[in-house]
């Protein structure tokens, strides 16, 4: 019986422990909440959003309910000053204090449900906000790659995936796909392989692991994600949403040659002003970690004609920030209380 009792008993201990812990970050995060009048962030907060109501196929946690949008638009207009992103970057510009707990809404990657979800919410808290989309999804019909790599390891029936790779950090890669969460760990070993890849490179790396998993390499996600379409980005441009580009294929432009790089950013420039008969003026690096742009790629970006762009380095941006690194601090599918409480993390 002893045998049997201490691991009961800890197990009983490491429950409690765990109900405790919880306890202490709910208490944390009501606080935040309720204490939203009384939230100080010095300088201005941009938040990054992706998929509103939609797909599994984003990293957990990435695609955020329509409940929860709905709860954290609610405090964030009620704590907030949600300005259009022109304003923001107006007042970096001008190099002027920034007023506290000024406040930008972002959403990358251009997926349909930012108009069908997310645009009658934001014009029901008459919150402007700005969508950045990628351009080879509008023109080609194709998906965006990260989300064919998923695509591809959710349809697969293989146990087991086989590459050889010698000059990527995957190299001769041997990935167990038993379980969802082994083909999560395969996707998050294999991508940044990719990412680094360029262009024509990487579509050859996924019609090799399309072919390694048994999968019609032509397979894409576009009916499970779908995306904003041409009148829909329109409609959106003239309803206080700001349309900027996210590039042409989503590439890191930092693994680019300058000369693909700048077609990347023209390109998609071009594109997208055509599409909406009115000018584009900021970009959203995909990606858009430190290692995926560079002081050369913001050279670029701004040699296009961006006035702005938009980094995923997690920060908020005081009056001297580097208009082309502006920092964003990426949103989950959090309730309201929990969302308010890791906001708190930037309160003065
Ligand atoms: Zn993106």
Known sequence: MKKWLAPARSRRLRAAQRLALKAAYYSGALHAYRGARRARIHGLTVLMYHSIGGSDLLGPGLAVSVKNFAGQLEYLARSFDIVPLDSAVGMLRAGAPIPDNTIALTFDDGFRDNYEAAFPLLKRYGAPAAMFVATQPLTDGISLWPYRLRF???????????LNWPRTTVGRGAFNLASARKRRRAVDALEPALIAAVPSERERMLAEIARGLGVDVTSDPADEA????????KILSAGDIEIGSHTVTHPALSSLSCTDAAEELTASKKTLEAALGRRVRFLAYPFGASQHFNAEVEDLTQKAGYEAALTTVPGVNGRSADLFAIKRLGVYDDPP???AFKLSRWFA
């Open 337 to 339: 209380a929990i969302f």
């Open 152 to 162: 591809l390891f959710k349809k697969t029936q293989a146990r087991e995936l086989r």
């Open 226 to 233: 779908p995306i904003l379409t041409a009148e829909q980005l």
